[in-house]
């Protein structure tokens, strides 16, 4: 059965770095999003992009964060200078169609450690 | 803003009983849609169940099943028969209806551990 992909698992970096994190979402999606969870907190909604343009943004989503879909494969998501505070889960997930009840896929999740 | 509440951090059931795990959520939307996600630890997200509040039968997956009372806006969820590979961590989930809502709204999830 097609799954998300995340890579890194496991992230660690310092403080001010730029970081990449990557996905390979289910090849016939159309739908991407973004979602992270700071430990012991919810899963909160990052973005969604769709046909190469974001689609919805949360508060969170600010200026130092950006997403970009490469290639016909990869979706990610960049932090242009970590804080202490962007240590998350970071989930990546794809949808055949948004809204409704239609299904989002989730990848396992990148871990990310800002020291 | 639309909010979802799960109480029970942790929960506890003997394998082969039942257990139902509870979720709440605000919102002054008349159509939406709710979502039980399962993480397994280690491994993705996925869906277990999920239920259109237009529908007023409960939704029921094999021996998952919920209760969606929506005046109390509750939504929970019933899981028959647990098995070993049910435990996990569940995710209750909010989606508003409409155009490019497209995000979920998550609770904060509750730890379930079967015990043989």
């Known amino acids: 059965e097609p799954e998300v992909t995340q890579t890194p698992s496991h992230q660690v970096t310092q403080m001010g770095q730029e970081v990449i994190l990557r996905c390979v979402p289910i090849?016939?999606?159309?739908?991407f999003y973004w979602y992270r969870q700071i430990l012991g907190q919810k899963v909160e909604f990052l973005v969604s992009f769709y046909n190469n343009e974001i689609s919805e943004k949360s508060e969170i989503f600010d200026d130092q964060f950006s997403v970009e879909r490469p290639d016909g494969s990869n979706f990610t998501l960049k932090i242009r200078s970590t804080k202490l505070e962007d240590s998350a889960m970071y989930f990546c997930a794809s949808s055949l169609e948004t809204g409704g009840s239609y299904e989002q896929y989730f990848g396992p999740g990148t871990r990310l450690t800002v020291t | 803003a639309q909010t979802v509440t799960q109480s029970q951090p942790e929960m506890s059931v003997q394998e082969a009983e039942t257990v139902t795990l509870s979720c709440t959520y605000d919102?002054?939307?008349?159509?939406?849609?709710l979502f039980w996600y399962k993480q397994p630890p280690s491994r993705q997200m996925i869906l277990v169940i999920r239920q259109e509040a237009y529908k007023q039968q409960n939704a029921t997956e094999n021996r998952f099943s919920v209760n969606f009372q929506k005046a109390a806006k509750s939504f929970s969820l019933k899981i028959s028969d647990s098995q070993l590979g049910d435990a996990a961590m569940y995710f209750c989930?909010?989606?508003?209806?409409?155009?490019?809502?497209?995000?979920?709204?998550f609770g904060k999830g509750t730890k379930l551990s079967v015990k043989p």
């Open positions: 989930a909010y989606r508003s209806q409409g155009g490019s809502q497209g995000n979920l709204i």
């Open positions: 090849s016939n999606h159309l739908y």
């Open positions: 919102t002054s939307e008349s159509d939406y849609y």
